[in-house]
T-cell receptor, first 113, second 112 residues
Framework: AQTVTQSQPEMSVQEAETVTLSCTYDTSENNYYLFWYKQPPSRQMILVIRQEAYKQQNATENRFSVNFQKAAKSFSLKISDSQLGDTAMYFCAFSAGTYKYIFGTGTRLKVLA | DTGVSQNPRHKITKRGQNVTFRCDPISEHNRLYWYRQTLGQGPEFLTYFQNEAQLEKSRLLSDRFSAERPKGSFSTLEIQRTEQGDSAMYLC??????????FGPGTRLTVT
């Protein structure tokens, strides 16, 4: 069975600084997708970034980038130039086969002014 | 398109009552997923549809839960004889094939 682990329940970062959120996963699949979703307080979950396992190049979306280490089964999210609007719960998710998502327990990120 | 919508947004019910939630996916999406999220946890998969066919159900989905997606459009999730342990946020998501899922705002259920 696939599992996703986020070992940092809470993190904080100063505005304009950089922060990295960790995610590890376990799977025997070779083809899969990894995602980071952001869930602001009392708002719906939105996609931050996705990574296809067959791609060696790390995905980047503006201030958000990932460090995908397939052999180590690690998928961390780096947020550069943090903004107050980045305050949210961040969930790492894994998808393969039927493409249902397996989520981690989340990391609560607070950006401090 | 305004995205995935869910109704109601909040539902308070007494133990033993039946409740039904509705999800309207993004119109061109053929896949629809239901998840349950409890406080402090990540969402857990419940079931998914491809068009009108329900293709997978989690073991979390006891026989008190039923979901439908008539004509492959909106979906309903019904919980019969609710229990306090059913209190959670119920999330719906949709996607086109295996592409990324778009989530609705959720229905928060409180069973008293």
């Amino acid at each position: 069975a696939q599992t996703v682990t986020q070992s940092q329940p809470e993190m904080s970062v100063q505005e304009a600084e950089t922060v990295t959120l960790s995610c590890t996963y376990d799977t025997s699949e070779n083809n899969y997708y990894l995602f980071w979703y952001k869930q602001p307080p009392s708002r719906q979950m939105i996609l931050v970034i996705r990574q296809e396992a067959y791609k060696q190049q790390n995905a980047t979306e503006n201030r958000f980038s990932v460090n995908f280490q397939k052999a180590a089964k690690s998928f961390s999210l780096k947020i550069s130039d943090s903004q107050l609007g980045d305050t949210a719960m961040y969930f790492c998710a894994f998808s393969a086969g039927t493409y249902k998502y397996i989520f981690g327990t989340g990391t609560r990120l607070k950006v401090l002014a | 398109d305004t995205g995935v919508s869910q109704n109601p947004r909040h539902k308070i019910t007494k133990r033993g009552q039946n409740v039904t939630f509705r999800c309207d996916p993004i119109s061109e999406h053929n896949r629809l997923y239901w998840y349950r999220q409890t406080l402090g946890q990540g969402p857990e998969f419940l079931t998914y549809f491809q068009n009108e066919a329900q293709l997978e159900k989690s073991r979390l989905l006891s026989d008190r839960f039923s979901a439908e997606r008539p004509k492959g459009s909106f979906s309903t999730l019904e919980i019969q004889r609710t229990e306090q342990g059913d209190s959670a946020m119920y999330l719906c998501a949709s996607s086109w094939e295996y592409y990324e899922q778009y989530f609705g705002p959720g229905t928060r259920l409180t069973v008293t």
